[in-house]
């Protein structure tokens, strides 16, 4: 258990945690952070320095009580297809059931998405056999709209291997688009009713600029690079991700869940550390942002600390930039 959370601030220092996916359930927040271990080996762009091997939940009763470790609500010995690395999270609640999704390693190196269930919010979560079929890449967020229909949002760059996968097959030695191409979209697909695989073919999300132009790749202010998370405002699909290499989040918006979205603008400026990854979640009544940097760890990548503070709009509908450490 940690002291009072303040914005801002860590609300955990007893472990590292990263990559929070927050959601409201049984009128709690729950944070479904990954869990950074401590090692002294060095960092490279392959991501090998992000170890994580379980899953902690967080829960807070509201942003200024305390902060519950659930303790371990999943590792990966005991999910039988994963190798390594289970890296950032996301959690769904439908049908009664709690269900914890995860990419992780499978046996060949590849990354896959797995999903899990439990009971309870805070888990213990029985993970499916195999990884979700047709599933690839990292970062799962799964959103599920009005209608009950749900979909996940997954991807990333370098690492996280989204570039391999251009074909609709594996390539190991696959690279980006040229600069001067569209960047490679995240991807979507929608879920089957009981959320344990994909109702539809994963597919491309098209993000555009104002004019309706795809943001191409070389426009690494604005392409997706990881990190995506879908929420919505006033009837609008917001669209927010993590541009990676200059470590923002920014967001794009539209009128349909699997998109297109137009280039809106930027949420969270850099923070200390190399990665950024975030969720967005709305609690009574206001809506909040939630984050991870490695202020506590003095910049060691692999070290990171979750955060939070609150977002605000303007009437236009544009989210207000936020600086990480105020005006510093």
Same mark, same amino acid.
């Given at each position: ?35 950074? *271990? ?14 994580? /091997? ?17 303790? +371990? ?17 996301d959690a769904a609640y439908k049908n009664g059931k709690y269900y914890l999704f995860f990419p992780a390693r ?54 996280? &291997? ?12 696959? +690279? ?19 959320? *344990? ?5 994963? =597919? +491309? ?20 690079? +990881? ?8 009837? =609008? ?20 869940? &699997?998109?297109?979205?137009?280039? =809106? ?29 490695? /202020? ?6 692999? =070290? ?25």
């Amino acid at each position: 258990m940690a002291n009072n959370p303040k914005q801002n601030e860590p609300i955990v220092k007893h472990i590292y945690t990263a990559d929070p996916s927050a959601h409201v359930f049984e009128g709690k927040l729950y944070i479904y952070p990954s869990h950074d *271990l401590d090692h002294d080996e060095p960092s490279n762009d392959n991501g090998d320095q992000y170890k994580m /091997e379980d899953y902690h939940v967080l829960s807070m009763d509201d942003v200024n009580s305390p902060v519950v470790d659930h303790g +371990e609500a999943l590792h990966m010995k005991d999910v039988p297809w994963v190798k390594k690395q289970m890296w950032a999270p996301d959690a769904a609640y439908k049908n009664g059931k709690y269900y914890l999704f995860f990419p992780a390693r499978d046996k060949d190196d590849i990354f896959r998405i797995g999903v899990a269930v439990g009971d309870n919010p805070a888990g213990p979560f029985t993970p499916e056999e195999n990884y979700i079929p047709g599933s690839f890449s990292i970062d799962p967020a799964v959103y599920i709209d009005e209608d009950d229909k749900a979909y996940m949002y997954f991807g990333g760059l370098w690492g996280g &291997q989204l570039e391999k996968w251009q074909t609709g097959e594996f390539k190991d030695d696959a +690279e980006g688009p040229d600069p001067s191409a569209p960047a490679l979209g995240p991807i979507v697909a929608e879920m089957s009713d009981d959320l *344990l695989t994909f109702k539809s073919d994963p =597919k +491309e999300i098209s993000i555009v600029d104002e004019d309706g132009n795809p943001i191409l790749a070389g426009d690494e202010e604005r392409r997706f690079f +990881e990190g995506p998370w879908m929420h919505k405002y006033n009837g =609008k699909y917001y669209f927010s991700y993590s541009t990676g290499t200059t470590h923002s989040i920014v967001y794009a918006v539209g009128d349909d869940p &699997q998109g297109p979205f137009t280039y =809106k603008g930027k949420i969270l400026e850099p923070v200390i550390g190399w990665t950024t990854h975030h969720s967005i979640v709305e609690f009574q009544g206001k809506w909040y942002l939630f984050y991870h940097d490695c /202020e506590m760890s003095d910049g060691v990548n692999h =070290k990171r600390s979750v955060k939070f503070t609150e977002i605000k709009y303007n009437e236009d509908g544009t989210i207000q930039t936020i600086k990480p450490y105020g005006d510093k």
